[in-house]
């Protein structure tokens, strides 16, 4: 099975801060990488496909890149709406597993 | 818009048997394969089960595999997760999500885009 690692699991920041969320995976799996935005209380939703490419209606803060085994989720000025859990998960192989998670605070 | 909503979550006794379903609106149904994914009270989401849109190819996690049984019934736009011998580790919100798939030009690429609100599912004594 492929695991994934996120970093940090927990993060603070200001609004209109740079934030960047890391997902590793143990194996190669080109581009097939997904991140969820979970809000509490709330279904996830997705934010980036194919590890790069921004789903319809998503802000253009959230951006993210990334091949084979590390990837980066970027949210370009920290905005209170974005106060949430963020998953990555990878879509190569079955069991589609999801990084652990990293919930972002606003400072 | 494709809307999912899951029911058939409850308080249920370890060893104990329950059965989730997942109703779809729109006509589309039938062209897309399902997941179950199940979070935990307080911890991330876990991946529970896969099937395609025919049936025709299924997945389970190693920790359901032999006791979840996943169906689906394109006729009446449902999924469903039918749950044995459940444990007090099974306790958790259950999300059923359409599987997306997107031709790149080059390969396919999937993702899960729509999901449910969640059904929650107690097993406990």
């Known amino acids: 099975d492929i695991q994934l690692t996120q970093s940090p699991s927990f993060l603070s920041s200001s609004v209109g801060d740079t934030v960047t969320i890391t997902c590793r995976a143990s194996q190669g799996i080109s581009t097939y990488l997904a991140w969820y935005q979970q809000k509490p209380g709330k279904a996830p939703e997705v934010l980036i496909y194919?590890?790069?490419t921004l789903q319809s209606g998503v802000p253009s803060r959230f951006s993210g890149s990334g091949s084979g085994t590390e990837f980066t989720l970027t949210i370009s000025s920290l905005q209170p709406e974005d106060i949430a859990t963020y998953y990555c998960?990878?879509?190569?192989?079955?069991?589609?597993?999801f990084g652990q998670g990293t919930k972002v605070e606003i400072k | 818009e494709v809307q999912l909503v899951e029911s058939g979550g409850g308080l249920v006794q370890p060893g104990g048997s329950l059965r989730l379903s997942c109703a779809a609106s729109g006509n589309s149904f039938s062209s897309y394969s399902m997941n179950w994914v199940r979070q935990a009270p307080g911890k991330g989401l876990e991946w529970v089960s896969f099937?395609?849109?025919?049936?025709?190819?299924?997945y389970y996690s190693d920790s359901v595999k032999g006791r979840f049984t996943v169906s689906r019934d394109n006729a009446k736009n449902s999924l469903y997760l039918e749950m044995n011998s459940l444990r007090a580790e099974d306790t958790a919100v259950y999300f059923c999500?359409?599987?997306?798939?997107?031709?790149?030009?080059?390969?396919?690429?999937?993702?899960?885009?729509?999901w449910g609100k969640g059904t929650t599912v107690m097993v406990s004594s």
């Open positions: 099937i395609s849109y025919r049936s025709s190819t299924i």
């Open positions: 999500t359409r599987d997306y798939e997107f031709w790149s030009g080059s390969y396919y690429y999937y993702y899960m885009d729509v």
């Open positions: 194919a590890a790069s």
């Open positions: 998960q990878q879509l190569k192989s079955h069991p589609r597993t």
